[in-house]
Structures are given as structure tokens and as C-alpha cells.
């Protein structure tokens, strides 16, 4: 039986006719550039997240850059962030000219460790940045409260946690600014690149929108130096017609996590992976840990890919210890969970168009991994 990691033809089956059609429909109207489906859509998102403000760019990576840029970091200041995440969440730090300052991991989790953060706070600190990794918010409790003691300002990378919630507070109300990636294979993935920040802040979504649109706040007159960087029609009418779904899919990625907790509960390979009180995990990634370090985990990856099982290493290295950002100081040995992790972890099928079926058999594989 295949069973594919990410299944984006799977979903495209049921809507495709819709999209279709609103593609056609985008294509007669010809306003190509911030049309009337990216401001439907920001209304739609920022309503689901539980913010007044959302602006449409680019990418996660540009939603990153923009909102960083939105709080003026640059060169000198520190932003503390994780080691473990996807590459875009320190690149942008580094692009502004600003120094990453990696904190450690709560193993549990994969997401940082507030008692790690608080360690890394220097009178540099210009902005903490935790990751909602795997679609579940980090302690924005405990960080927001460092962040207040400090004075700095916390940005959450949602880039895999649309929908999410911890004890009944929406994403977007966890951070001074959250940013959304709609990658084609996220939770809420578009046919293209996108993605979007939001926020309470009236100042701050001035600031995003002059950002987004080269510095303009329109009529040719430039009030700061921006970037070109703007969610394009098309993509803002694919995403309103896959977000009427997202919260369906989401439970469907949440069931396939419990069926898949429930059947490997005594599986002795893997390490399970665990939900903090209070959060509404939304599984853009089921993240088992295999105990036996690279080689093991390897191995059982292998082991699933002879049985036609697709799965992947989020994320096989610590930024600390990769090219570029081995300048920023952190030595290997610096972020050991981290580290650990990377040996450790392996991904498996959890998107919303799998089968009971196909769970179990991949549970059924597992389980006959020796
Ligand atoms: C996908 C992702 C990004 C970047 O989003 P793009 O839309 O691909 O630019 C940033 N951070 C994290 C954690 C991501 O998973």
C-alpha cells in the first residue's frame, strides 16, 4: 500500500472544479496585484486567528522579513530564536544584518525552551522569535512574559500552525506579530509561494504594508526603503476556497495523529511525540523520535520506504552547525536537545486525505521494525 508524506493531488481531487473556476474568474476581473480575494482573504484570516490585522506577502520567508523589519532590526541587534527549524526563521534575521542567538529545545516538544531563552537575553536583545514547530505553539505564556519583563518584542513564526490554539488563545493573539507561510504542502497551502503577518497593532500593520509595497504608501511617494512583496491574486482565491476546509482537514490530521498515538502506544522503537497541556495541536507534522540515534533512525526510514511508505527528517541538522550560520558563535555541543533531535526525529504520513487504513499500516510497519 503507498502512502504518500504529503498527498497535494489527493486534495486537489475533491475542489478542483472550485478552483478552476475562481481561477477563471481572477483571470476575467485582471486585477492581478492585491485584488479584492487577498483583502477577502486577510479579513477571513485574521478573523480566524483573532487579530484586527493581517497583510498577504510573498512567502513565510518575506512574512518573516517583513515583520522583523516592521520592529527596524538590524545590524548590532540580537534576536533570540531556535536552532531547530527551518532554515527561513534565522535567514531572515541574518539578511537584516542582525545576529541569531539560538536557544535550546524542550525535547518533548522540538519547540524552545523559555528557561533557554531567558539565559541568551543581553541589553543586544531586539526580538525573541519561538516557532510553532510542527503545529503546535510554543510556551507563549512563559516567553511573552519574559518578553515583557525585558521589553522586547516576541514574533511567532506560524508558519506551520494555522488554526492552532493554546489554552483557548488563537495564534494570533500569542505574539506582537505571527507569520503564516502557504507553501503548497502546509496546512493551508497554496498554488505557489504566499504568506501573510498578523497583528493587533495598528502601527505595526502601517508599517507591513508600507514594507510589503517597496516603502509606498501609494502615489509614487516613499516613506522607508520596502521590499517588493505582495500575496498575488491567484493565490488569495485558491487559499479562500481550501480555507473553507482547513478546519476539517485539521481535525483530519489530528485524528490520523491519535489513531497513530493510540496504535504505537507500546511500540518500543519510537518515542511518541507529546502535546503540552492546553494546546490545540493541529499536526502540520506527526514527529516521532527513534531512540538509537542517525543510524537507527535511518534505517527505519528505510524500513518504510521499502514498504512504499513515504516519511522525512525535519530537520536533519542544527542551523548552529551549518554553513553560514556557524559565524554566529554557537559550537557543536552549544544545543545538545537540538542537536539530539536531528539524530532523532523522523516524520511520518498525518496529511488529512490518508485512510484509517493507511495509518494502520504504517503503524503495522513500524511495529514490525526490528
Ligand atoms: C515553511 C516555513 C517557513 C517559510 O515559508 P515559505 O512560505 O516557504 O517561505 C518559515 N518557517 C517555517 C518554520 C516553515 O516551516
Redesign the pocket.
Given at each position: 500500500m503507498k502512502v504518500e508524506l504529503a498527498d497535494i493531488k489527493a486534495q486537489h481531487k475533491a475542489i478542483e472544479p472550485e478552483i478552476l473556476a475562481t481561477l477563471a474568474d481572477v483571470f476575467t476581473d485582471c486585477r492581478f496585484i492585491l485584488g479584492p480575494n487577498v483583502t477577502a482573504l486577510e479579513q477571513e484570516i485574521a478573523a480566524l486567528s483573532g487579530v484586527r490585522f493581517a497583510a498577504g506577502v510573498?512567502?513565510?520567508?518575506?512574512?518573516?522579513l517583513i515583520a522583523l523589519a516592521a520592529l527596524d532590526i538590524k545590524p548590532g541587534d540580537e534576536v533570540i530564536t531556535t536552532p531547530f527549524?527551518?532554515?527561513?526563521?534565522v535567514e531572515t534575521v541574518c539578511q537584516l544584518g542582525a545576529t541569531p542567538v539560538f536557544a535550546d529545545i524542550d525535547l518533548d516538544t522540538f519547540n524552545i525552551d523559555p528557561a533557554e531563552i531567558e539565559k541568551k537575553i543581553t541589553p543586544k536583545t531586539r526580538a525573541i522569535m519561538p516557532?510553532?514547530?510542527f503545529g503546535q505553539l510554543a510556551d507563549v505564556e512563559t516567553i511573552n512574559a519574559i518578553g515583557q519583563k525585558h521589553g522586547i518584542p516576541v514574533i511567532g513564526?506560524g508558519?506551520?500552525a494555522i488554526g492552532a490554539s493554546r489554552n483557548g488563545v488563537p495564534i494570533g493573539q500569542t505574539a506582537a506579530l505571527t507569520?503564516l507561510?502557504?507553501?503548497p504542502t502546509?496546512n493551508l497551502g497554496g498554488c505557489g509561494?504566499?504568506?501573510m503577518v498578523l497583528t493587533d497593532d495598528e502601527k505595526l500593520y502601517e508599517q507591513i504594508k508600507l514594507l510589503r509595497f517597496h516603502g509606498s504608501g501609494g502615489g509614487y511617494i516613499y516613506k522607508r526603503i520596502g521590499y517588493c512583496s505582495r500575496l498575488d491574486e491567484i493565490q488569495a482565491a485558491v487559499l479562500r476556497i481550501k480555507l473553507k476546509r482547513l478546519a476539517a482537514w485539521n481535525n483530519a490530521r489530528k485524528a490520523n495523529a491519535a489513531r497513530y498515538i493510540s496504535k504505537l502506544s507500546g511500540v518500543q522503537s519510537v518515542i511518541l511525540p507529546k502535546t503540552d497541556p492546553g494546546n490545540d495541536h493541529i499536526y502540520?507534522q506527526f514527529t516521532v523520535r527513534v531512540a538509537g540515534g542517525a543510524e537507527r533512525r535511518d534505517a527505519l526510514k528505510a524500513h518504510l520506504a521499502s514498504h512504499e511508505i513515504g516519511s522525512a527528517v525535519f530537520y536533519p541538522r542544527s542551523l548552529h552547525l551549518m554553513g553560514p550560520y556557524t559565524e554566529y558563535g554557537a559550537k557543536p555541543g552549544d544545543l545538545p536537545n537540538s542537536e539530539r533531535a536531528t539524530s532523532e526525529v523522523l516524520s511520518l504520513p498525518v496529511h488529512p486525505d490518508l485512510t484509517a487504513a493507511q495509518v494502520d499500516f504504517v503503524a503495522d510497519t513500524i511495529a514490525s521494525f526490528k
Open positions: 510573498n512567502s513565510g520567508t518575506d512574512a518573516l527549524t527551518f532554515v527561513a526563521t516557532v510553532h514547530l513564526d508558519a506551520q507569520t507561510s502557504f507553501y502546509k509561494d504566499g504568506g502540520h
